[in-house]
């Protein structure tokens, strides 16, 4: 079975400075991940994923993060980080899948973690 | 540009009372989900709904959940008989082509 571990429940930090959200997994089999926003009141907003290939990504509004295998981590990055990215960031799994198949892409979040970016 | 519509955004229910949310994905979709966060909690996985069937369930959609499609727009989840812990935000998925699940805005549910 899939699981995620986000190691941080809250992160506090101050506008312009660099925040690291970390995010590792564990599964059996090979993975998708990705990292969602959530604003306040709001739904979930895709903010980058890794489906292959290069193992850095980058996102909307300036994250990015890298893909480590052998530590099976997933860790969320923003050099310079804005009042407005104050929010809820869940990271997520799922198995690889194939369209047109019945094998689901279900997506099994981690715990979140609050990041507060103070004046 | 993807769209996915939730009704409604937010239901007052008494307990062992029925609710339907419903989910209307624009354009064609195949894959459907069900998630539901409780307050301050992650984002959990309920059902997910392939080709008019479910494709996969979670321990917490029991015999109380049901999924349906029945217009071939229209995705519902319903719960036949609401308890406390059942007051959550649920959130409908589509799967896109580009692999990651675009969420809708959610239907907030309060038990009482």
């Known amino acids: 079975a899939q699981s995620v571990t986000q190691l941080d429940s809250q992160v506090p930090v101050f506008e312009e400075a660099p925040v690291e959200l970390r995010c590792n997994y564990s599964s059996s089999v090979s993975v998708y991940l990705f990292w969602y926003v959530q604003y306040p009141n709001q739904g979930l907003q895709l903010l980058l994923k890794y489906l292959s290939g290069s193992t850095l990504v980058k996102g909307i509004n300036g994250f990015e993060a890298e893909f480590n295998k052998s530590q099976t981590s997933f860790h969320l990055r923003k050099p310079s980080v804005h009042i407005s990215d104050t929010a809820e960031y869940f990271c997520?799994?799922?198995?690889?899948?194939?369209?047109?198949?019945?094998?689901?892409?279900?997506?099994?979040f981690g715990q979140g973690t609050t990041l507060q970016v103070k004046p | 540009e993807p769209e996915v519509t939730q009704t409604p955004s937010h239901q007052v229910t008494q307990m062992g009372q029925e609710v339907i949310l419903r989910c209307v994905p624009i354009?064609?979709?195949?894959?459907f989900y069900w998630y539901r966060q409780i307050l301050g909690q992650k984002v959990e996985f309920l059902v997910s709904f392939y080709n008019n069937e479910i494709s996969e369930k979670s321990e917490i959609f029991d015999d109380q959940f049901s999924v349906e499609r029945p217009d071939g727009s229209n995705f519902t989840l319903k719960i036949r008989s609401t308890k406390l812990e059942d007051s959550a935000m649920y959130f409908c998925?589509?799967?896109?082509?580009?692999?990651?699940?675009?969420f809708g805005e959610g239907s907030r549910l309060t038990v009482l």
């Open positions: 354009s064609n979709h195949l894959y």
């Open positions: 997520a799994v799922s198995d690889i899948w194939s369209r047109g198949s019945s094998n689901t892409g279900k997506l099994i």
């Open positions: 998925a589509i799967q896109l082509r580009t692999g990651e699940l675009f």
